[in-house]
């Protein structure tokens, strides 16, 4: 068993956790990975309030293990979606691209805020205002990590920060896992690798692309969806790197995506004003055309499988991932090649 600062944290048996990941981490993904003793994760930054609190419920039904939520600060309805989590006394609220205001609430009922980060002055930001634990997101992950790689960026944020830190960004394996404890994380996120499991709600057809992928077949641009993030490579991605402004299916996908996210236009509008920086002002329609255009294509890869106009947002490990196992095959491996690497590490040591 490895025992590590993020599972005396969160009270789980392994250092693993589920990348939050919209429209993917389901209840059911997350409940899997629960109890196969790893640390799932609810993505509800695509969901109303009340949607929040039907799949917060759902997944208790499936599991009594500890288990978290993720959201967008950003997004819509963030603040209300927080409420919910924290009404509901979930046991994780793992957040990005904002600052947590409810850091003090959470930790009324016991519970633990984890806050995702990609460069290391905001893991210290994160820090100082009282978060639990970090995320650690590497150049290598699917969507959004910045510049800096895993290699680099864990040991940076380690020397800089003393809370639990959770590697994100290349992770599929058990040498993975003993590779992030040698940089000084306590244990991994993967988002990707828990893609290609049985339990896990992407279409087959995807799966099987990210089964025969190799680690050159991943593409990382702003185009996708109006962040710099990384997808698999397919027909569509590639169109996307090379055409323009795509103003036809901008407005088809906007109108597609607020129905999904059951958002008004003026609430659709005010969303994609939040995920820029001012610096990036005069790019405005351009962004909330590739947002909304970027989101459909993204459920067409998920839910209709889709391999000629879809795409997956996916990480650099795509070339090391080969096989579709259960949730618990796959956890209980990792574990076993992380503990045999480092066993054969401390008797080359001795």
């Given at each position: 068993m490895l025992k590590t600062r993020m599972t005396e944290l969160f009270g789980i048996g392994h250092p693993i956790m589920l990348a939050g990941m919209n429209w993917i981490t389901e209840p059911e993904l997350v409940a899997?990975?629960?109890n196969a003793g790893g640390l799932g994760i609810l993505a509800v930054a695509r969901c109303a309030p009340e949607e929040t609190r039907k799949l917060?419920?759902?997944?208790?039904?499936?599991?009594?293990?500890?288990?978290?939520?993720?959201?967008?600060?950003?997004g819509a309805n963030a603040k209300e979606n927080i409420q919910v989590a924290i009404e509901e006394k979930v046991p994780i609220i793992n957040y990005s691209l904002g600052k947590p205001w409810f850091i003090d609430q959470v930790h009324d009922y016991g519970g633990k805020v984890v806050g995702t980060i990609a460069i290391a002055k905001h893991a210290v930001n994160a820090a100082k205002l009282g978060c639990d634990a970090l995320v650690v997101t590497g150049h290598?992950?699917?969507?959004?990590?910045?510049?800096?790689?895993?290699?680099?960026?864990?040991?940076?944020?380690a020397s800089q920060v003393d809370i639990p830190l959770i590697a994100a960004g290349g992770f599929y394996d058990g040498r993975g896992l003993a590779a992030a404890l040698a940089l000084g994380a306590d244990g991994i996120s993967m988002g990707t690798r828990f893609i290609a499991t049985k339990e896990c709600n992407v279409?087959?057809?995807?799966?099987?692309?990210?089964?025969?992928?190799?680690?050159q077949d991943t593409l990382y641009s702003h185009v996708f969806d109006g962040m710099k993030g990384?997808?698999?490579?397919?027909?569509?991605?590639?169109?996307?790197?090379?055409?323009?402004?795509?103003?036809?299916?901008?407005?088809?996908g906007a109108k597609e995506v607020k129905e999904q996210m059951n958002l008004s236009y003026p609430a659709f509008l005010a969303m994609s004003f939040k995920?820029?920086?001012?610096?990036?002002?005069?790019y405005m329609p351009w962004i909330m055309a590739r947002q909304a255009v970027g989101t459909r294509r993204h459920l067409m890869a998920i839910?209709?499988?889709d391999v000629e106009e879809g795409i997956l947002f996916a990480g650099q490990n795509v070339g090391g991932i080969n096989d579709i196992p259960t949730v618990k095959e796959l956890?209980?491996?990792?574990?076993?090649?992380?503990?045999?690497?480092?066993d054969k590490l401390n008797q080359a040591k001795a």
């Open positions: 899997a990975v629960s917060i419920r759902e997944t208790r039904q499936l599991t009594d293990k500890p288990f978290g939520i993720n959201q967008i600060l950003i290598e992950a699917a969507a959004h990590g910045d510049a800096a790689t895993s290699l680099v960026l864990i040991p940076v944020v279409h087959d057809n995807f799966k099987q692309l990210i089964v025969n992928a190799s680690e990384r997808v698999l490579k397919t027909k569509a991605a590639l169109k996307m790197m090379q055409r323009g402004f795509p103003l036809f299916e901008a407005f088809k995920m820029l920086g001012k610096e990036d002002e005069g839910q209709k499988g956890v209980d491996r990792t574990v076993a090649e992380a503990e045999a690497v480092i």
